[in-house]
């Protein structure tokens, strides 16, 4: 298994330019996530969705549009590109846990570090 | 308005020592309290995690502390090595867990704690 993957690693933008950042995992996971993360600020949600056709906006969401065509894929695009966007954007993905689990665990992919100049 | 707390933002300890970050929640609906190891240019992993039931969780060096009262909890790293030099972020999510609805698996992160272990 690949586990989570996301493309690209690096990307720098002008300001009103728009993006998409892929993320794919093979492990079946129903429910995944976009985090950014900024110095001093830790991981934010940005937005989330628990299955296919379905996804919900999380902390800071303002800026990113999301979709869920399948349960493998959940794409992050950046509709019009600012300054404030620059981060290290994280996606993640968990599954329900069986019974007599007691907790699920979020898989992270390895970032794509994006700037906006 | 940051729900979860942490500190101290950056730590050094000289190997063999214990390391020890400490976090504050506010909302008393959260029940499970993860913590994630990050090495540079890596995404997060799971490296412990508890739940409010137990005061105390030990994984090999790594002891999470819980005090529900006063919505703190901590990380112990007992004979801390070079290795263990990474960032460190403490969570809380409700639902134990143990919820799949998409609500309770969303993880509030603390600032992260860059820890720096000298050989």
């Known amino acids: 298994n690949a586990g989570v993957t996301q493309t690209p690693k690096f990307q720098v933008l002008k300001t009103g330019q728009s993006m998409t950042l892929q993320c794919a995992q093979d492990?079946?996971?129903?429910?995944m996530s976009w985090y950014r993360q900024d110095p001093g600020m830790g991981l934010r949600l940005i937005h989330y969705?628990?299955?296919?056709?379905?996804?919900d906006q999380g902390e800071v969401p303002n800026g990113y549009n999301v979709s869920r065509s399948t349960t493998e894929d959940f794409p992050l695009r950046l509709l019009s590109a600012a300054p404030s966007q620059t981060s290290v954007y994280f996606c993640?993905?968990?599954?329900?846990?069986?019974?007599?689990?007691?907790?699920?665990?979020?898989?992270f992919g390895p970032g794509t570090r994006l700037t906006v100049l | 308005q940051q729900q979860v707390k942490q500190s101290p933002q950056s730590l050094i300890v000289q190997k063999g020592g214990i390391s020890i970050i400490n976090c504050a929640y506010e909302n008393t609906a959260f029940d499970y309290f993860p913590w994630y190891q990050q090495f540079p240019g890596k995404g997060p992993a799971l490296l412990i995690a508890?739940?409010?039931?137990?005061s105390e969780k030990k994984e090999g060096r790594f002891t999470i502390s819980f005090n529900k009262s006063a919505k703190q909890f901590s990380l112990h790293i007992m004979d801390s090595q070079p290795g263990d030099s990474a960032t460190y972020f403490c969570a809380a999510s409700t639902g134990a867990g143990l919820i799949s609805s998409g609500s309770a698996r969303q993880l509030t992160f603390g600032s992260g704690t860059q820890l720096t272990v000298l050989p």
């Open positions: 508890i739940r409010p039931d137990v």
């Open positions: 492990m079946n996971h129903e429910y």
């Open positions: 993640a993905s968990s599954y329900s846990p069986t019974s007599g689990s007691t907790y699920n665990e979020q898989f």
């Open positions: 969705s628990v299955g296919a056709g379905i996804t």
